[in-house]
């Protein structure tokens, strides 16, 4: 079975400030993919990310970073420079493919950022 | 390029009326179609998914069905609702088999049972 974790329910700063979201993840599967999702407040998820399991290097964009660590089955998130704007809850995913070939995500419970002036 | 388009964004409906929420996609063919609801605590439960126009798989028990009468149309239905059915409802569309290229998301209904 598939299981994501978000340890963090809820994480407070203050712009500027540098915030990590943790993502741990459990899967017997070897092939398999993580995503992160972001969900501000009006409701639809956006997604920010996807990296397949034999991928391990680290992605940058602007602000962001992710960090993937199979040895710690970790993929966690990190926003550089928060501003008000990245105030959301954040999601992460896991995917696997069932015995019929199909991918079905598994989320976690998610991480509402709030970022404060 | 491709759009889901979900609806109603909002609805209000008493207890032990019927609902049907509506997701369609353009611009691709054969998608996966996933339904989710968000309850209060956030989290995102997997209601449904279909690979193909006859092939949903449930996820959850509960009195909620899913239909696919087009290739690019998911509906989600219930014959009589209970209060637990409130919460934030969104629909999902995926490509391929083989590799996942990741999920998009329409814009999602808010259900209020009352």
């Known amino acids: 079975a598939q299981k994501v974790t978000q340890a963090q329910t809820e994480i407070s700063v203050v712009e500027k400030e540098d915030v990590t979201l943790d993502c741990v993840y459990e899967?017997?599967?070897?092939?398999?993919?993580l995503f992160w999702y972001k969900q501000p407040p009006s409701g639809e998820l956006v997604f920010l990310i996807r990296?397949?399991?034999?991928?391990?290097q680290n992605e940058i964009s602007g602000r962001y970073s992710w960090n993937f660590q199979k040895s710690t089955s970790s993929f966690n998130f990190t926003i550089t420079a928060s501003q008000v704007v990245d105030s959301a809850v954040y999601f992460c995913?896991?995917?696997?493919?069932?015995?019929?070939?199909?991918?079905?995500?598994?989320f976690g419970r998610g991480t509402s950022l709030i970022v404060h002036p | 390029s491709q759009t889901i388009h979900q609806w109603p964004a909002t609805l209000v409906q008493p207890v032990g009326s019927p609902l049907s929420l509506e997701c369609t996609v353009e611009?691709?063919?054969?998608?996966?179609l996933y339904w989710y609801r968000q309850a209060a605590g956030r989290g995102l439960q997997l209601l449904f998914y279909?690979?193909?126009?006859?092939?949903i798989s449930s996820e959850v028990p509960q009195n909620l069905s899913a239909s696919r009468p087009q290739d690019r149309q998911f509906i989600l239905s219930s014959k009589k609702l209970l209060l637990s059915d409130s919460g934030f409802y969104l629909c999902?569309?995926?490509?391929?088999?083989?590799?996942?290229?990741?999920?998009?998301f329409g814009s999602g209904t808010r259900l209020t049972v009352v």
């Open positions: 999902a569309w995926s490509a391929g088999v083989r590799y996942d290229y990741g999920y998009t």
């Open positions: 899967t017997r599967d070897t092939t398999y993919y």
């Open positions: 990296r397949n399991s034999f991928d391990e």
């Open positions: 995913a896991l995917s696997a493919a069932t015995s019929g070939g199909s991918y079905i995500p598994t």
């Open positions: 611009g691709t063919s054969n998608p996966n």
């Open positions: 279909s690979i193909g126009i006859d092939q």
